[in-house]
């Protein structure tokens, strides 16, 4: 491979493995099609007390999810929901571990939307 394909292929890699956003999610849908308000609420709050998450809000349709330096709010209805960063981090750091959270509550979310 010639030396200017590798340095562009390293340049790619790089570029790939950095996170400069907060991971956010926009309108995932449930597992199941089926649910109200009130049981996604419910499904939601078991999803992020069971991951250490505390809720400090919670409005049918809204709630704000607290764990240490990180605040998420989540927006939902009977047929999906979404994340969304309240005190994005600065550093690459940061970020990352922001979205580990954020990714985790997601996939507790919808494992709990299972049930």
């Given at each position: 491979?010639?030396?200017?394909?590798?340095?562009?292929?390293?340049?790619?890699?790089?570029?790939?493995?950095?996170?400069?956003?907060?991971?956010?999610?926009?309108?995932?849908?449930?597992?199941?099609?089926?649910?109200?308000?009130?049981?996604?609420?419910?499904?939601?709050?078991?999803?992020?007390?069971?991951?250490?998450?505390?809720?400090?809000?919670?409005?049918?349709?809204?709630?704000?999810?607290?764990?240490?330096?990180?605040?998420i709010?989540?927006?939902?209805?009977?047929?999906?929901?979404?994340?969304?960063?309240?005190?994005?981090?600065?550093?690459?750091?940061?970020?990352?571990?922001?979205?580990?959270?954020?990714?985790?509550?997601?996939k507790?979310?919808?494992?709990?939307?299972?049930?």
């Amino acid at each position: 491979m010639p030396p200017r394909c590798l340095v562009l292929l390293g340049l790619l890699v790089a570029a790939g493995c950095s996170v400069t956003t907060p991971y956010e999610v926009m309108a995932e849908p449930f597992a199941t099609t089926t649910g109200t308000i009130e049981a996604r609420q419910a499904q939601i709050r078991r999803a992020a007390t069971g991951l250490g998450w505390t809720i400090t809000e919670d409005d049918p349709g809204h709630m704000l999810a607290h764990k240490g330096d990180i605040s998420i709010l989540v927006e939902y209805d009977p047929t999906g929901f979404s994340l969304h960063e309240t005190n994005p981090p600065e550093n690459t750091d940061e970020i990352t571990q922001w979205n580990t959270a954020a990714e985790a509550l997601e996939k507790n979310i919808l494992a709990q939307s299972k049930a």
